[in-house]
């Protein structure tokens, strides 16, 4: 069965500077790979998908991922992060066919001004 | 486009009792999928819904159940609450079935405290 492991629960940063969520996924077989956001209070929002084709996905809000298959890894990435950037971030995959999205436990992001 | 809606918001509940939540999905959305959400355990996979039948269901016991309706609405129901059933319910809905390129939408969650 497809697992997530997102290696950071909390992670801290200070305004303007970059940011990586780490992601990395079991299974090496044909997957779509998510990364959802959850504000408080709020349910989650897609910030980006891969599907396939070009590595390195543009997502909303700046943020970025790049799948890599060999490591089985799809780090999220931001250049310089805002205060309102500060939330729950979820990797999801998606064995392609008939299952459902597995996530990871999440990586709470602090961005401190 | 109203997005999805989950009825209750908050919901206590004492031990062994039952519970229904609820989720309206987005209009033309055919998927319904539960997800249950703990602090520990991040989000875990309870079933999914379409077109009225059960696609997929997860590593949860029989007391979790679900349904969906003809109009695409689902409810899922726990009966004999535990202590350990505590947890934010999210529901999310998407026009095809997971497994695909879907985007899910989700709701806000109910959020149920068993006593």
């Known amino acids: 069965a497809q697992s997530v492991t997102q290696l950071d629960s909390q992670v801290p940063v200070f305004e303007e500077a970059p940011v990586e969520l780490r992601c990395n996924y079991s299974?090496?077989?044909?997957?779509?790979l998510f990364w959802y956001v959850q504000y408080p209070n709020q349910g989650l929002q897609l910030l980006l998908k891969?599907?396939?084709?070009?590595?390195l996905v543009k997502g909303i809000n700046g943020f970025e991922a790049e799948f890599n298959k060999s490591q089985t890894s799809f780090h999220l990435r931001k250049p310089s992060v805002h205060i309102s950037d500060t939330a729950e971030y979820f990797c999801?995959?998606?064995?392609?066919?008939?299952?459902?999205?597995?996530f990871g436990k999440g990586t709470r992001l602090s961005v401190i001004a | 486009k109203a997005g999805v809606t989950q009825t209750p918001r908050y919901l206590i509940k004492t031990r062994g009792q039952q519970v229904t939540l609820s989720c309206s999905p987005i209009?033309?959305?055919?998927?319904v999928s539960w997800y249950q959400q703990t602090p520990g355990q991040g989000l875990q996979f309870l079933f999914e819904?379409?077109?009225?039948?059960?696609?997929n269901k997860g590593n949860f016991p029989g007391r979790f159940s679900g349904r969906q309706f003809s109009n695409s609405r689902s409810e899922m129901n726990v009966s004999t609450l535990e202590l350990g059933d505590s947890a934010l319910y999210l529901c999310?809905?998407?026009?095809?079935?997971?497994?695909?390129?879907?985007?899910?939408?989700f709701g806000s969650g109910t959020q149920l405290s068993v006593l």
């Open positions: 999310a809905s998407s026009l095809e079935p997971q497994g695909t390129n879907e985007k899910l939408f």
């Open positions: 299974s090496s077989v044909s997957v779509y």
């Open positions: 891969y599907l396939s084709g070009s590595t």
């Open positions: 999801a995959v998606s064995d392609i066919g008939n299952t459902p999205l597995v």
């Open positions: 209009s033309g959305h055919r998927s």
């Open positions: 819904y379409f077109s009225e039948t059960q696609r």
